[in-house]
């Protein structure tokens, strides 16, 4: 069996050198430095569990020190540098940083992480060991407990789309970000309190706005989803309060709030005492 670069492999030692060991494997020897030992006095012979990665010369060295990620193991990832044409350098345990490249970021530099910020990402080997940003389908974490609605949350930013922004708490929950309801310029990497809204069969929505905003948004959605089921509206903004409440559960306020964002994304339009929907192609 081979061995595995960017991932822990079993070595036996084979010599001391000046300034380090010489380790047996299929592909020749494999260098670990004195620095890369933990300090510890290696006899030849013994076999010990050594990281495998590239060093500055695009050589083979080993380390004993773990790795917070490997090939087989993605996992959170500090940012520890910012370098403008090639990337963001994240720190993975051993002396060897690790490289997301400019590739791999937005052409919008206002958008890449600062070093402090976290982003869970996995190892591609090309020569190298580089960092790959991990999408929500291919994550494979199952969080132990589910999320409450209505709490506050910490997350981190691991996706900007078109249509909003998808976050990841430490213990494996995403949670999807509607960009009206993102009210602050957002980074990868950035880390956030953001509100659980709903639970649905494709995960959680949440929401980085105020509460006003939340509500706001979310009345919306209920009287366009209506529409949407049972076509125009007999109500409009001048109904009575208990007309409203009868159909909705929400205040006149919060209806007149409502119709009114509803209006101003031209989704719908008051003719002959109702409010109907716009039809979009």
């Known amino acids: 069996m081979g061995i595995k670069v960017g991932d822990i492999n079993n070595f036996e030692v084979n010599r001391k050198t000046d300034i380090g060991y010489m380790l047996d ?26 990281f495998l990665y590239f060093d500055q010369k695009g050589r083979l060295a080993a380390t004993l020190k773990t790795p917070y990620i490997t090939v087989s193991r993605p996992g959170f990832l500090k940012v520890s540098a910012v ?6 350098f994240l720190d993975m345990g051993i002396a ?21 910020d976290t982003l869970y990402v996995g190892i591609k080997v090309k020569g190298k060991l580089v960092a790959k940003m991990i999408s929500k389908e291919e994550f494979k974490i199952k969080p132990e407990n589910p999320l409450v609605l209505k709490e506050t949350v910490k997350a981190f ?9 998808n976050l990841l708490t430490s213990d494996g929950h995403w949670i999807f970000v509607h960009h009206s309801l993102i009210k602050q310029n957002i980074r990868y990497g950035q880390e956030v309190d953001v509100k ?11 929401s980085l ?36 409440y009868d159909m909705f559960q929400m205040s006149k306020k919060a209806f007149k709030r409502a119709l009114g964002h509803l209006y101003k994304e ?3 339009d008051f003719v002959d005492g109702k409010t109907i929907l716009i039809q979009t192609k």
């Open 25 to 50: 494997s299929d592909e020749g020897e494999i260098f670990l430095h004195n620095n890369e030992s933990l300090h510890q006095e290696l006899a030849s012979g013994m076999t010990v569990e050594a």
């Open 83 to 88: 370098h403008e044409s090639l990337g963001v």
């Open 96 to 116: 060897k940083e690790l490289l997301l490249s400019t590739d791999d970021l937005p052409l919008d530099k206002t958008m890449w992480p600062q070093v402090g």
């Open 157 to 165: 930013v691991q996706k900007i789309g078109k249509e909003g922004v």
């Open 196 to 206: 659980v809204t709903f639970l649905s069969e494709k995960g959680y929505t949440g």
């Open 209 to 244: 706005a105020p509460q006003k905003e939340v509500a706001l948004f979310e009345d919306a959605n209920i009287i366009l989803s209506y529409m949407i089921r049972k076509g125009d509206l007999k109500l409009t903004t001048d109904s009575t309060p208990e007309e409203i």
């Open 266 to 268: 031209r989704k719908i």
